[in-house]
């Protein structure tokens, strides 16, 4: 398996557009979290999903964020409208829930809003 | 509410050195913790996962052992290298399957 793929891996937008990153998590894996990392906060969970259903959002910041997951291959989460304060690095991670399985991590994608 | 402290928050050493990297959390009811390894503009990669039932776990030159009852755990790196810098974060995670992340220990090993 290529691991937990994210896309893509630099994202440079101007304050008010629409910005989706993409997940695509390890086969066979059945939980799936995004992480949100910046020097000030560290690592944040926005929100996870467990067999493609939403299970905690309570870290998602705002309204101008949503995640969905249409299928167990694919995620995403989008920012509409992005502000300067949204520039982070994002992570998608996978692991296979109810298990003493490890959590795979993505390479992170870093969004830079302008 | 579950929170992990890392302490050293940074570790510079000389290559060859033994190693003790430290994580509390104030909730000893989790399911397991874990060690993580993040190398600058990269993804976090699980070095070592102690289930709760566990009092330690080995891969390698690592290390990790587990004190539920008095929350917390250790990282071991025996005879450090200079590929070993980079920042460590232990994670616990309770029976809501969320990982809640300590603040990182950055280690540099010097030659």
């Known amino acids: 398996d290529a691991g937990v793929i994210q896309s893509p891996r630099h994202e440079v937008t101007e304050m008010g557009q629409e910005v989706t990153l993409r997940c695509k998590p390890i086969?066979?894996?059945?939980?799936l979290f995004w992480y949100r990392q910046t020097m000030m906060r560290g690592l944040e969970l926005l929100i996870y999903?467990?067999?493609?259903?939403?299970?905690?959002d309570s870290g998602m910041p705002e309204d101008r964020f949503s995640a969905k997951m249409p299928n167990a291959s694919f995620s995403t989460l989008k920012i509409q409208p992005s502000e300067p304060r949204d520039s982070a690095v994002y992570f998608c991670?996978?692991?296979?829930?109810?298990?003493?399985?490890?959590?795979?991590f993505g390479q992170g994608t870093r969004l830079t809003v302008v | 509410k579950q929170e992990v402290t890392q302490i050293p928050a940074a570790l510079s050493v000389p290559e060859g050195e033994n190693l003790v990297l430290n994580c509390s959390f104030t909730?000893?009811?989790?399911?397991?913790l874990q060690w993580f390894r993040q190398d600058p503009g990269k993804g976090l990669t699980s070095l070592l996962l102690?289930?709760?039932?566990?009092r330690e776990q080995t891969s390698g030159r690592l290390n990790a052992s587990l004190d539920k009852s008095s929350g917390r755990s250790t990282l071991y790196i025996a005879a450090s290298q200079p590929g070993d810098s980079a920042t460590y974060l232990c994670?616990?995670?309770?029976?809501?399957?969320?990982?809640?992340f300590g603040t990182g220990t950055r280690l540099q090993v010097f030659p």
């Open positions: 991670a996978s692991s296979l829930a109810g298990t003493s399985g490890r959590d795979f």
């Open positions: 086969s066979g894996h059945n939980s």
């Open positions: 999903f467990n067999n493609n259903v939403p299970i905690d």
């Open positions: 909730d000893s009811a989790i399911y397991n």
């Open positions: 102690i289930q709760s039932s566990q």
């Open positions: 994670a616990v995670r309770g029976n809501t399957d969320k990982l809640i």
